[in-house]
């Protein structure tokens, strides 16, 4: 029985899923986006996010649990210089997939896996998103509004006769 056991094998055996996984790693590092298929997405992102928690806190422990998951010195570089500072806020969740369609040779479902916060036209979109949005009052709101302005003609008027 395969209790617990929910890791997707990629249909390759294990050295071979650990070297394709640390290479597919040091490609998002490096360039923050990268096209592929979505089963090997979602394999990277429940491979990568542990090693961006990581490195977060910036000790020789973690840049070594890092540099022996990646085994490239200058992926490690970037990762604890550039974007350790963008996801330092961050609780969680530093990966999205975007599904892009089917591949035309296979039918593979294709997908663009990318840091969240390196995305400018999203971060922009929701910038512009949060300005647009405006709270409509309800018949409560409104009563209180317009009890407050008589309150308010009254103490002006007060104020005009002591002088």
């Given at each position: 029985?395969r209790?617990n056991?929910?890791?997707?094998?990629?249909?390759?055996?294990?050295?071979?899923?650990?070297?394709?996984?640390?290479?597919?790693?040091?490609?998002?590092?490096?360039?923050?986006?990268?096209?592929?298929t979505?089963?090997?997405?979602?394999?990277?992102?429940?491979?990568?996010?542990?090693?961006?928690?990581?490195?977060?806190?910036?000790?020789?422990?973690?840049?070594?649990?890092?540099?022996?998951?990646?085994?490239?010195?200058?992926?490690?570089?970037?990762?604890?210089?550039?974007?350790?500072?963008?996801?330092?806020?961050?609780?969680?969740?530093?990966?999205?997939?975007?599904?892009?369609?089917?591949?035309?040779?296979?039918?593979?479902?294709?997908?663009?896996?990318?840091?969240?916060?390196?995305?400018?036209?999203?971060?922009?979109?929701?910038?512009?998103a949060?300005?647009?949005?405006?709270r409509?009052?309800?018949?409560?709101?409104?009563?209180?509004?317009?009890?407050?302005?008589?309150?308010?003609?009254?103490?002006?008027?007060?104020?005009?006769?002591?002088?």
């Amino acid at each position: 029985m395969r209790h617990n056991k929910k890791f997707n094998h990629l249909g390759r055996k294990a050295a071979h899923r650990s070297a394709m996984l640390s290479n597919m790693a040091c490609s998002l590092i490096m360039h923050k986006r990268i096209s592929t298929t979505l089963a090997k997405a979602k394999a990277l992102r429940i491979y990568v996010e542990p090693l961006l928690t990581r490195a977060k806190e910036d000790t020789m422990a973690n840049r070594r649990l890092v540099f022996s998951e990646l085994k490239q010195k200058a992926v490690v570089t970037e990762l604890f210089q550039n974007v350790s500072e963008k996801i330092a806020n961050r609780p969680g969740g530093y990966c999205r997939i975007l599904r892009t369609g089917f591949r035309l040779g296979d039918a593979a479902e294709m997908c663009i896996i990318e840091l969240v916060d390196y995305n400018e036209n999203m971060l922009n979109a929701t910038k512009k998103a949060a300005k647009k949005t405006t709270r409509r009052a309800g018949k409560k709101a409104v009563k209180a509004e317009e009890t407050a302005e008589p309150a308010q003609e009254t103490q002006e008027a007060t104020a005009e006769e002591n002088k």
